[in-house]
């Protein structure tokens, strides 16, 4: 219980760390303008399936831009005093890791009570809000467990462009279409994208809410892509040697 509690208080000192800056402003600003261009009172009333296309989008943008600059705040030199306080290197990026999500989250749950407030989407009801809410925070972890792993603090350069290679040739079957790999496009681009089916599959269930057998075993298979994720990002970066950034 300890180690979760020093985890726990690196994380909220973090956030304390981040709002200090002023670093959080620009989430803040990104947030209002956003809820301002697709969430203000219109004439065509706001549908449930738009809210959550929206939101799905937006949370995966922001995710990439809180995820590289709490990340960068902890590759610092600064964040070797705190690695080496009992707090270890497992606590260490699960304290940035836990960070990124709650300014995420925290974002989406202002829009989701903004529009409660003052535009509530037609047929919307706080089930399914909480239906639509789950597939999509499920995403927002598997993106920043995905974004910790690909940080400097844990992948060496190389391995960085060798799994964004992989992104681009699972996103992109016109990609292995033109390189060496052409007789094997279709079964490698399968093999490729395999591993992002949850989080496709989690948009679209968020978007429809349309739960039925295999729902449960969906959200399952998002649980488990963000634990394995975030079990590779902490074994990488437990073999790593530290090199922190200089800024």
């Known amino acids: 219980m300890s180690a979760i509690r020093r985890t726990l208080l690196f994380s909220a000192f973090t956030l304390l760390e981040y709002l200090r800056s002023g670093r959080i402003l620009v989430e803040l600003v990104a947030t209002v303008i956003y809820f301002y261009v697709f969430f203000r009172r219109q004439e065509t009333p706001l549908g449930a399936d738009q809210f959550f296309t929206n939101n799905g989008i ?3 943008a922001l995710a990439l831009y809180a995820a590289s600059t709490i990340l960068g705040l902890g590759d610092r030199p600064q964040g070797y005093v705190v690695l080496t306080r009992r707090l270890g290197r ?4 699960l304290g940035l890791y836990l960070a990124v999500l ?4 925290g974002a989406y749950g202002l829009i989701s009570l903004g529009c409660a407030l003052y ?3 037609a047929g919307m009801t706080l089930g399914q809000w909480l239906l639509g809410s789950l597939p999509l925070a499920l995403n927002v972890a598997i993106a920043a467990a995905l974004l910790c792993l690909l940080s400097s603090l844990v992948f060496a350069p ?4 060798v799994v964004l290679g992989l992104l681009a040739a699972a996103f992109s ?3 292995l279409d033109r390189t060496f790999a052409q007789p ?3 079964p490698l681009h399968t093999v490729l994208a395999a591993p992002l089916l ?3 599959a989690g948009f679209e269930l968020s978007v429809t809410r349309q739960y039925n057998s295999l729902s449960a075993a969906l959200i399952l298979a998002q649980i488990l892509m963000t634990l394995g994720l975030l079990a590779l990002a902490l074994y990488s970066f437990g073999r790593r040697e530290l090199v922190f950034s200089r800024s």
Request: glycine fraction near 8%; hydrophobic fraction near 50%.
């Open 119 to 121: 535009n509530q989407p």
């Open 90 to 93: 497992t606590g260490y990026l």
């Open 184 to 186: 094997l496009a279709a």
């Open 173 to 175: 079957s016109k990609l």
């Open 58 to 60: 937006f949370t995966l």
């Open 102 to 105: 709650s300014v995420v989250l």
């Open 158 to 161: 190389g391995w960085r462009l």
């Open 198 to 200: 949850p989080a496709f």
